[in-house]
């Protein structure tokens, strides 16, 4: 019993010092490839800056530095991140994954009843 009582501790800690690790604050750069409502294919630059607290993520995201126009708030659990956003009138969701120093997912944008969906690939910025 004593064995197996110290056996969860040694996991929790393990498990607790590994969440801390990660940590995804900072600027992340790469590629976005969206689909419109009718559609048409689209591909354009990213740019992710992030700041994590504990398992609280908040940034912005755009297509370069100087034109971050949407606020982002979310959480990460593990190597999954969901973020979401209000821009404009639009209701912005993100579900990503992270692995090492590389971000991917998918982002759903719904806005007057229609979906446009995208894939995002970035990289920790140097």
Sequence with gaps: MRRLLYFWILAAL???MAAAE??????????FHS???????????????LK???T????????????????VKGKIDGSRITLAAEDEG?????DLVL????????????????TAKA???VTRAK
Excluded: C, Y
């Excluded at 990660?22 to 590629?31: E, F, L, P, S, Y």
């Excluded at 609280?56 to 606020?71: I, L, N």
């Excluded at 090492?100 to 719904?110: L, Q």
């Design 90 to 94: 639009r209701a912005v969701k993100f």
């Design 22 to 31: 990660t940590n995804i604050t900072g600027k992340w750069t790469g590629a």
């Design 52 to 54: 994590q607290t504990g």
């Design 99 to 114: 692995a090492a120093d590389r971000i991917t997912g998918d982002m759903s944008m719904v806005h007057s009843g229609q």
């Design 14 to 16: 393990v498990t607790g």
């Design 119 to 121: 894939k995002i690939n």
């Design 56 to 71: 609280e993520v908040t940034g912005t995201v755009g297509p370069t530095d100087s034109d971050q126009h949407m606020a």
């Design 35 to 49: 689909i419109g409502p009718e559609g048409e294919a689209r591909e354009s630059t990213a740019v992710l800056i």
